[in-house]
Nanobody
Framework: QVQLVESGGGLVQPGGSLRVSCAAS????????MNWYRQAPGKQRELVAI???????NYADSVKGRFTISRDNAKNSVYLQMNSLKPEDTAVYYC?????????WGQGTQVTVSS
């Protein structure tokens, strides 16, 4: 059974930085793309960043240049480094992957950007 567990969220001031992590189990981690999504209150869940199995990355326009997705296959983990945070980055952040036709989500980690 695939499990994804996020951690590292918290309260940060505007302009600050935070790194969230996602630990995966139950899959051959290095073989799969991993994604970060976020969902703000009252809004739809949106794709933030993608990292392919070979390390290629892509970002939503709203975070490009500020966020960096990375992975450590030895630790079965994916990370999202968030810099220059803005209040509009406040959301629950989820990691996600697809194995075959099944899509898996973690429980999410809350990131709040506020002074």
């Amino acid at each position: 059974q695939v499990q994804l567990v996020e951690s590292g969220g918290g309260l940060v001031q505007p302009g600050g930085s935070l790194r969230v992590s996602c630990a995966a189990s139950g899959l051959t981690f290095s073989g799969y793309a991993m994604n970060w999504y976020r969902q703000a209150p009252g809004k739809q869940r949106e794709l933030v960043a993608i990292i392919t199995s070979s390390g290629g990355t892509n970002y939503a326009d709203s975070v490009k240049g500020r966020f960096t997705i990375s992975r450590d296959n030895a630790k079965n983990s994916v990370y999202l480094q968030m810099n220059s945070l803005k209040p509009e980055d406040t959301a629950v952040y989820y990691c996600n992957t697809r194995v075959g036709w099944k899509v898996y989500w973690g429980q999410g980690t809350q990131v709040t950007v506020s002074s």
